[in-house]
């Protein structure tokens, strides 16, 4: 007559079927999880030799492996010590095999690092809406954003739902929008009849929509800028000046005969004009107070046209290098060794004496460079992975630089200012259909694509799940 297994040996068998199951349930989450990143997450034609693997992913089919191994081993030890012939064994192995998958979720979420995806969005405006013109954000803190069209102007709320709309003049456009909103203030240069644009100047109310008051300027240019209590916008044959508040005119500087006007930038203390001449093209500078001209100073001119970088301290870019100008408008200094192209100006970020942007290092790769405005020193760059090129620039609450960069995935950077070092790991955002220019306040997006088909503004938010 056989004797019963002895309580040791039972205990034994039961702890390998646990074990077995255990490594059995996590093995077999890992294979899941390795088939999603690979046929779920990853578009058709990314290629994992070319730095398209999803992160983490290398790891995780090593984990799986060895927990595979690891789960038929103990499979083979319990079979051999007939430990699943017991009820109670196989209910406190289903148990542990459970509790096992959320150390091993928990795992896998450590590989992967920090995702996000979509949280809400606005429905595409369609084929036939009118072209972007650009956005504002709105009062710090609240979420709000502002979006242009040449037929409307849109604000959206902080849950991403429209505010207020601010429809073109009947049979007019809105032709440019202002760069930023100070003092909850942004400006529109529109048309009011089928003509070159624009002949009327908008103050709007970023918070309300409402127009604070409005100008009929004749051949206004570019568009228009707005700082501290002045807005300030260039016409055909001058450069005008109102205050920001009441729209009364401020002062009024004639521009030299024959020159046409291409941008103009207000500053608290200067404003600053790209205007070609009978010379070439040249920057002014006209006192903000008066209007009066300080200085002018012939740009140096290549492949791409001159801009505008900051009016305090004074500086442009002029045949790819960033050109810095002291009071009397002297050039102080000049970059050596980085092409700064104007053609995607609209991903430079100006944060204080610190001007960031994107630039080819050695004709190879891009990297997110950072430029003293005060001696035109390259304070540090940051390279990203070769194929990944920088999509835009923002500054965050917490005074760290937001980069958004694309290549086989789209992640989202916060990096240290002073040195160029990103504070953690970097966020991938996922299933986001982003344009060819886009703009980022905070965990908003504002796409700026002509075509419509795409969500005009979306959230992002923390991924929790898989």
Request: proline share 7%; glycine share 12%.
């Amino acid at each position: 007559m056989n004797a019963s297994p002895s309580l040791v040996k039972r205990l034994r068998d039961h702890v390998r079927l646990a074990a077995a199951c255990a490594f059995s349930a996590v093995a077999v989450m890992y294979a899941v999880l390795c088939l999603k990143l690979n046929f779920v997450d990853t578009s058709p034609n990314v290629v994992c030799s070319s730095g398209g693997c999803p992160r983490g992913l290398g790891w995780l089919v090593l984990w799986t492996v060895v927990t595979g191994l690891a789960a038929g081993g103990l499979w083979w030890s319990a079979v051999q010590g007939r430990g699943y012939r017991s009820a109670v064994g196989w209910v406190a192995a289903v148990a542990v095999a459970l509790v096992a998958l959320w150390p091993g979720w928990l795992g896998f979420s450590w590989l992967r690092g920090p995702h996000m995806d979509l949280f809400s969005y606005q429905v595409p405006d369609g084929p036939g809406a009118d072209r972007p013109i650009g956005s504002w954000p709105g009062t710090p803190g609240t979420g709000f954003v502002i979006r242009g069209r040449a037929d409307v102007v849109t604000g959206y709320d902080g849950e991403g739902r429209r505010g207020w709309r601010l429809p073109a003049p009947p049979g007019g456009a809105v032709c440019a929008m202002s760069s930023g909103a100070p003092s909850g203030t942004g400006l529109l240069t529109v048309t009011t009849a089928e003509s070159t644009c624009g002949n009327r100047l908008v103050a709007v109310d970023v918070t309300s929509g409402e127009q604070r008051w409005t100008k009929d300027i004749p051949e206004l240019v570019g568009r228009p800028s707005a700082s501290g209590s002045l807005a300030v916008t260039a016409t055909a044959d001058a450069v005008l000046a109102h205050d920001l508040v009441t729209g009364a005119e401020s002062w009024r500087s004639p521009l030299p005969a024959g020159a046409v006007a291409s941008e103009v930038v207000a500053g608290p203390d200067r404003v600053l004009l790209l205007a070609r001449t009978d010379q070439g093209v040249e920057l002014f500078a006209l006192d903000a107070r008066s209007g009066a001209l300080a200085w002018r100073f012939p740009m140096p001119v290549g492949p791409e046209p001159p801009r505008i970088v900051s009016t305090s301290p004074a500086a442009a870019v002029g045949d790819g290098r960033l050109l810095i100008f002291d009071g009397s408008g002297r050039q102080s200094a000049r970059s050596e060794g980085s092409y700064l192209t104007t053609k995607d100006a609209t991903e430079w970020l100006v944060v204080g004496e610190v001007l960031y942007a994107p630039v080819w290092e050695r004709e190879k790769r891009e990297v997110l460079a950072a430029f003293s405005l005060q001696d035109g020193r390259r304070l540090w760059t940051r390279a990203f992975d070769p194929d990944w090129r920088v999509r835009d620039l923002a500054a965050d609450r917490s005074g760290r630089i937001a980069v958004v960069t694309e290549g086989a995935y789209v992640h989202l950077w916060h990096i240290d200012p002073g040195t160029g070092k990103p504070r953690g790991e970097s966020t991938v955002l996922r299933g986001l259909r982003l344009g060819t220019s886009f703009a980022l306040y905070g965990r908003t997006f504002v796409n700026l694509d002509d075509d419509g088909r795409l969500p005009p503004i979306f959230d992002v938010a923390p991924t929790f799940g898989w």
